[in-house]
């Protein structure tokens, strides 16, 4: 066989292997199929639905898998497959407006249109290294800290209203439980940090719950505003109450203590103390390798394309826009503008990265306790001047 | 409280190739021990084993950003064991590539200070503006950053007719750059938050400890070879020296962006003024009577100086390199004490630490 030398080369030996295992896998599966009645039910279905896909998604219906299963809702929309994508783009996008930021080019050869394929070939690289845990470390918490990250992040998106109807489960105290997860976070970052028996990741570690101290009583009583014009814990009822008027017009204080509350929990830069590359090496990632790494950061971004998608839902209105598709397309457009106001919510926090050093520790503290406190406590009082006048009758709230 | 000892380096992002071993209490360092050698090359042995042409070239090495400054005062103290006067010509195109060769090492001096604040931006930009004098210190000297340009008796070759407007071009572009960075930078209320007030070296400090270059200018005092102890053509030309009063690893870094206009402002005149007529003495051979010379420039990083000790041989007896970051390595124990683990890369970074140069 030829050299691999180019990625899109590597690509097609990889195309191959995956055909090859297709084609080998169904010529014993049809073997199969003349033994057990069940598979040969299946492939009946699987024959004629090259027809008729209808039949395929009855079928599926059928099992508990269709299109409006919880299955389906978890896996593939509005849950994991969905937001690991828009999370894989989203670091594209980053890459790439951070060039244009900085006067370069920014990825450009792997899927040839602008270096769009860069983040999958990043995983596909990550994927083939070996994990490399250190001798002195606890391995089991070593390794099982990627994991738990990625799945707060994930069940996070459990409580997203991305459109009418489409949530995967909606409770009445969807707020409490994003507060509840968000507060794990930290907890696993130490664990992660301590498992790793260095110095370095330990020191990030502490700056990590260090973090927490600052943001989260400003973020709770900023969400408190919301919570109180509403009188609601529930984020769909919290969209609702949005039909007339976004939250962000009513309490723009309110909104952007809860922005910068929500870039300092992401540890994004200008708040990425934790993992303060010049500082303290890559702190509580600095003995992660391979896809231990990447599924650290495929959660951090899933958790930051979860958390925008909650400002979108508590102060831009979550899915209402203008209908800009034909009638009987509502959800998909709801769809539609959820995700843009989402995409621009994590735009935002991209160019501060651009434009800004890192914060000291120090500073961060004073200013979650001095600056972020005070502001949203004035957007309490502010609330509780609309509710208790005429102004929530005008607003409609 | 507890203490923990932290060894920073060679293998660490925000160290360069030198460690720091650091002492913790909580999150301030109270103590810093400075341990460099990682990058002995000993360029001053293999100077002992080469002729007076074949070491120029190597004693580029050690700091290639600053190639002119740090083989400037080698010529000067060769020229001045032959007893020889340089062409006024090769004078003015010697003092433009110090200044260059001045400007691209601060620009990477900024780049590296912004990518050890965090700030992505402060590193891309000098590192993209620093291309334009590149390209014309290529224009000029006909490579890009190791030129072995500087001859004893002048210049290697002439520079082209078109280096004037090439120059003018980059100069004018880069004034208008400087201004951003000072306010996107420099004026960044996190920035200065966060370099205001931290590694301080009060004025006695500096000159006690013999420190060099801009980091003593920092301090507030104002010293500088070029001024002080003129060599070349320096003394005809009108600069200012800045000096900051502060003390601090902001002020550190306000020199290096004042230090970058003067550069231009002397590289401007120097084109104005440049005579014609040859760029090099015709020497058949480079002939060193017995004797010793010592002579010092302000290069990019402070004073940079040699002595030169020859028998009459082909090669030199004894080469001596005495290099500014060497000199300002002394001050990390002090400007890190009572700093927080965080400032530690900018503080380190302020002082222009080399540590190539220094190692030799």
């Known amino acids: 066989m030829s050299k691999i030398q180019t990625f899109s080369s590597f690509v097609k030996r990889l195309i191959i292997i995956i055909v090859g295992l297709l084609i080998t896998l169904t010529l014993l599966f049809s073997l199969l199929a003349y033994f057990v009645p069940s598979v040969k039910e299946l492939q009946d279905i699987l024959l004629s639905s090259f027809g008729n896909p209808s039949l395929m998604l009855n079928y599926l219906d059928q099992k508990g898998l269709g299109l409006n299963s919880l299955f389906f809702k978890v896996v593939v929309f509005p849950g994991f497959t969905w937001a690991a994508l828009i999370a894989a783009e989203i670091i594209w996008f980053e890459r790439k407006f951070l060039a244009k930021m900085q006067m370069r080019v920014g990825p450009l050869y792997a899927g040839k249109i602008a270096g769009l394929l860069q983040p999958i070939a990043d995983v596909i690289k990550l994927v083939f290294k070996e994990i490399i845990a250190p001798s002195s470390s606890d391995k089991w918490f070593f390794l099982s800290i990627p994991i738990i990250i990625t799945s707060i992040a994930a069940a996070l998106l459990a409580v997203l209203p991305v459109s009418e109807g489409w949530i995967i489960m909606r409770s009445d105290v969807s707020v409490l439980i994003i507060f509840a997860l968000v507060g794990f976070v930290p907890i696993a970052v130490l664990l992660g940090g301590w498992a790793s028996n260095s110095k370095y990741p330990f020191i990030g570690a502490l700056r990590g719950l260090h973090q927490m101290i600052a943001f989260e009583i400003p973020m709770l009583i900023s969400t408190l505003g919301v919570v109180l014009l509403t009188g609601t814990l529930d984020l769909v009822n919290i969209v609702y109450a949005q039909s007339n008027i976004w939250f962000i017009l009513l309490m723009p204080i309110g909104a952007f203590v809860f922005f910068t509350c929500m870039i300092i929990e992401l540890e994004r830069i200008p708040f990425d103390l934790p993992e303060a590359e010049s500082e303290i090496a890559s702190g509580y990632l600095t003995e992660y390798t391979s896809m231990a790494f990447g599924n650290l950061q495929l959660g951090v971004y899933i958790r930051f394309y979860a958390m925008a998608g909650v400002f979108t839902t508590m102060f831009l209105g979550g899915w209402y826009g203008p209908q800009i598709l034909p009638n009987g397309f509502e959800i998909a457009n709801q769809v539609i503008w959820f995700t843009i106001k989402t995409l621009l919510v994590m735009i935002l926090a991209i160019v501060l990265r651009g434009v800004n050093p890192r914060v000291r520790i120090d500073l961060l503290l004073r200013m979650g306790w001095s600056s972020l406190l005070i502001l949203s406590f004035v957007n309490l009082f502010l609330v509780i001047l609309i509710l208790q006048t005429e102004l929530s009758q005008i607003f409609g709230v | 409280m507890s203490k923990l000892s932290l060894s920073v380096g060679p293998q660490h992002p925000g160290s360069g190739h030198m460690r720091i071993i650091l002492t913790l209490s909580g999150d301030y360092i109270i103590e810093a021990i400075p341990d460099p050698g990682y990058v002995h090359r000993g360029e001053e042995k293999l100077a002992e084993y080469r002729n ?309």
């Not at chain 2, 003015?92 to 780049?111: D, G, K, Q, T, W």
């Open chain 2, 52 to 360: 007076y042409i074949q070491n120029i070239p190597h004693l580029e090495r050690p700091v290639v950003l600053d190639a002119t400054g740090a083989i400037f005062p080698y010529v000067l103290a060769v020229e001045d064991l032959m007893n020889i006067i340089v062409p006024e010509r090769a004078q003015f195109i010697r003092v433009i590539m110090a200044e260059l060769n001045r400007i691209i090492s601060h620009l990477y001096y900024m780049a590296i200070y912004g990518i050890f604040m965090g700030h992505s931006t402060m590193f891309m930009w000098p590192v993209g503006d620093r291309e334009v004098f590149i390209d014309l210190a290529n224009t000029i000297a006909g490579q890009r950053v190791t030129y072995a340009f500087l001859v004893p008796g002048g210049v290697r070759n002439d520079m082209p007719e078109k280096v004037k407007e090439q120059a003018d071009k980059a100069c004018n572009y880069f004034e208008k750059r400087l201004i951003e960075y000072e306010h996107i930078f420099m004026n960044n209320p996190l920035f200065e938050k966060r370099t205001k007030g931290v590694g301080i070296l009060p004025k006695q400090d500096a000159i006690r400890l013999g420190v060099v270059g801009p980091t003593l200018r920092a301090s507030g005092v104002k010293s500088d070879v070029r001024k002080d102890d003129t060599y070349s053509i320096y003394n005809q030309l009108d600069f200012e020296i800045p000096v900051s009063n502060a003390c601090d690893s902001w002020s550190r870094a306000w020199i290096h962006m004042e230090e970058m206009r003067q550069s231009m402002s002397i590289i401007k005149q120097c084109l104005k003024r440049i005579p014609t007529g040859p760029v090099k003495l015709n020497l058949k051979q480079i002939k060193v009577p017995p004797g010793e010379s010592y002579s010092r420039v302000e290069a990019a990083r402070g004073s940079l100086s040699y002595y030169l000790i020859s028998d009459g041989g082909k090669v030199p007896y004894r080469v001596r390199i005495m290099t500014p970051s060497f000199r300002n390595l002394i001050t990390i124990p002090y400007i890190m004490k009572g700093v927080m683990l965080a400032d530690m890369p900018p503080t380190y970074w302020g002082i222009d630490y080399w540590p190539v140069e220094a190692d030799r």
